[in-house]
Structures are given as C-alpha cells and as structure tokens.
C-alpha cells in the first residue's frame, strides 16, 4: 500500500518539474538546493529522491545541521539524500562530512560571498558605544556581551540591534530586558527601533560578538568591510578559513572564563548532565555518564568554566556577583588577558584596514562566481556514489567539551 505521504512528495517533485520545464523547456542541468537537511518541511527529501529517480542532478548546499543544536530540525527517521553533490561553506563542515562518509570528488567547499557595507553619513551618538548588530536570539550570547561591559572601562555602554522574532527565543530574551532594567546597566536593547543603523554604525566605537555558534559566520567580516574595529568572541572551527586567507583575528578570545564559585556549580553540572544526556539519546549517539563526568572535570578544570556554556539563569545569577564584587571582576579578567584593553589595542586602525583588504580580497563577487561555477562544472560531468552516516555526523557536533546550555537547553528547563 502506498503512503498519503508517498504520493504527495510525487505530487510536488512533479510539480517541480513542471516549473523546471516551463521555464527551460529541455530541462535544467543542476538543481541546486540550500539547507535541504533541516527538516522545515518534512517531505523534502521524499521529494529529492524523486526528482533524482526523474534524471535531475543534485547539489545540496549545507548551510547548517540539525546535528548541530536543531534537535527539532532533525529527520530522525530518514536518511539523507544519497549519489548526489553536497557543497558546504566552510571547511570545518567539509571535514565533518569528510568524515561522515562524503567523498572528496563530491564535496565542494563554497564559502559564502560578502556584500562590504558602505559607509553611510550618519550622526555620532556616543562615543564609548560598543555595537551588537544581531537579533538577541540564545545563540548570540546576548549575557557575554552584557558582561563585557562590565568587565571594561566605566561609562562602556551597549546596544544590541534587534528583538528575536522566534518564540522560543523570547523568555529567554525578557529575562536580559528585566536584569538589565533591575541592575540599571547601561544597555539598549533593540536600538534599531530608536536609531537609524548607520547611525548606529557611526557611532560604535567598535562592534562585538558573542556568538556561540555560526555556519559562515559573517559577523566576523562586515564589520571590517564598514571599517569598523571588531572584538569579542572568536569560534575557531569557523575563523579558521578567515585567519588562513589573511584576516588578523588574535585579538579575538575563543573564552572567556569565569570561576565555578561564581554560580551554583551543582545546579549547572545537572542541567548539563540532564540535557546532554537528552540529545545524545535523539540523536543516537550513546555516552556514557562516566565518560560524561570525565568531559565535564576537563571542561571545568582548576575550577573554572566557559562563561558561553551556561544557561541564562547561572550566566545572571554570575553576572550579579561579578556586579556586586570588585574583587571578582579583577580575577575575571586576570584570568583572561585578551579582554584587557580588548577594545583598544595598539594596531587597532592598521588591522582595521588589513582585515578590510583581506574580505575584500577574498570574499568578492568574482571570486565567488569562479567557486560556484567550478562546482557546476564538476557536477554536471563527474557521477557520485556516497552517503552520509548519520550517527557519525551526530558524533561530530555533540562534544561533550564545547557542550552549552544556550545552544542546546531548553529555557528553564534541565
């Protein structure tokens, strides 16, 4: 017996067609599809294995993974699309897949391309304005940007652009609006509804990121695009591709440590616990909880932890000591000397300008169409026969050591 589902992925990779033949009446040669391994739609890849079955040749470009911290993305009961060109952007993504079970012939690395950000003529507002040019959602570790302003010169001030517009995201997003008003600090949240953003980009001494998590990660190249100076927080596995085509990112920290008696440890230790147990279980990759405890004694070693690892009730519930206790700010940053005079280093405008040459060099539009349509090229010649391993790709993204509660908890909850 045929499944309702069956015949309406049918139904749709026809109607597929149908659009592909009305605009090219001998067909296409490739159908390129973005981020087809988040499951938006859970038909999608019945509809792939369709419109490959007609002859349409694939190539599938990952974006991001439901692996990576969208357990609610994840197709748990589907394999993914199998003989068909994948293409990532960049190459942390392209040694998963590597090793997941792709093959180099049908892999391709395509970093993304990047439009620079002119200057636009705008009214200075402040001249101490740190700029967080994101929506607040989890992920962008809304907290660690807050506590970077407390750990700076006094009358540091920041302004973080935007609202979330998920609904997951605004509990989360309500609690940093009601600590920030009871501890009178000096952030403005959703800036962009009071001032226009080239405003805002003129007036930002510099720009910051917090982020815990990104795919191509084009907050760490715009802002030098606007010739603007960015700090914050460096993801290696991401930066790597930049710093190897000429970017200086060093200034960048990859942590920022806090110590364990600044929270309650036990508290956090069973929400971690709890919740990594949670997502191995989905996604079937068993741990077990003596190796678990192992990962955490290494991840809190000499007593200190990842600020960007907590959730946001142990991230406030530091932050007010950090508030409450000079001498706990000192040890803070003490303990972390790259975010001492982090807005302000010694070669500040010659690596705004280096940075600057090195996006444009890299990331411009020719550049990207010669990456692109060397792909075309070798997917419409060379034939593939691959699969992903699903619970090695898993694997790879849930490391107990870089485990966050931002990233993969849920709010206020173990």
Not at 22 to 33: F, N
Not at 75 to 104: F, P, W
Not at 240 to 266: K, T
Request: aromatic share 10%; glycine share 6%.
């Amino acid at each position: 017996m045929v499944s309702a589902k069956y015949c309406r992925s049918t139904t749709t990779a026809d109607q597929v067609l149908q659009a592909i033949h009305r605009r090219w009446p001998e067909g296409c040669d490739i159908l390129h599809v973005h981020n087809p391994l988040l499951a938006k739609n859970s038909r999608l890849l019945g509809i792939l294995e369709h419109l490959q079955a007609d002859g349409i040749r694939l190539l599938l470009q990952i974006h991001d993974f439901a692996e990576d911290g969208r357990p609610n993305a994840y197709y748990s009961s589907s394999k993914y699309t199998e003989n068909c060109h994948y293409c990532v952007i960049n190459s942390r993504d392209y040694g998963i897949l590597l090793s997941a079970g792709l093959v180099e012939k049908g892999l391709h690395l395509l970093p993304n391309m990047v439009t620079p950000i002119e200057p636009k003529p705008g009214k200075p507002e402040d001249k101490k304005f740190i700029l967080y040019p994101v929506r607040a959602i989890r992920r962008k570790n809304i907290g660690e940007a807050v506590l970077l302003t407390l750990l700076s010169e006094p009358g540091t001030r920041l302004a973080v652009t935007l609202a979330p517009d998920s609904p997951q995201d605004q509990t989360p997003y309500k609690s940093w609006l009601r600590f920030a008003e009871k501890n009178r600090l000096s952030v403005l949240f959703e800036a962009s509804r009071r001032y226009r953003f080239e405003d805002l980009l003129k007036s930002a001494e510099s720009l910051v990121t917090t982020s815990i998590t990104e795919g191509f990660g084009f907050s760490f190249l715009e802002p030098w695009t606007a010739g603007r100076f960015l700090a914050g927080r460096k993801l290696a596995d991401i930066c790597r591709d930049f710093e190897e085509n000429g970017l200086r990112l060093d200034h960048l920290y990859e942590r920022l440590m806090i110590p364990l008696s600044a929270f309650d440890e036990n508290l956090f230790f069973d929400r971690w616990l709890s919740c990594i147990k949670k997502n191995v279980d989905r996604f079937g990759v068993p741990m077990g909880t003596a190796m678990l405890r192992e990962s955490y004694r290494d991840m809190t070693k000499n007593d200190w932890v990842d600020f960007g690892l907590l959730d946001e009730p142990l991230q406030q519930q530091a932050m007010e000591r950090v508030i409450a206790d000079t001498q706990l700010r000192r040890a803070i940053r003490d303990h972390n000397p790259l975010i001492r005079g982090w807005l302000y280093p010694p070669d500040r405008n010659e690596r705004i300008a280096d940075n600057r040459n090195a996006v444009s060099a890299c990331y411009n539009k020719d550049v990207y169409r010669e990456r692109l349509m060397a792909v075309y090229k070798t997917v419409m010649t060379v034939d593939v026969v691959q699969k992903i391993d699903k619970a090695r790709l898993a694997r790879a993204f849930l490391r107990p050591e870089t485990f966050s509660l931002l990233k993969w908890g849920e709010y206020g909850l173990p």
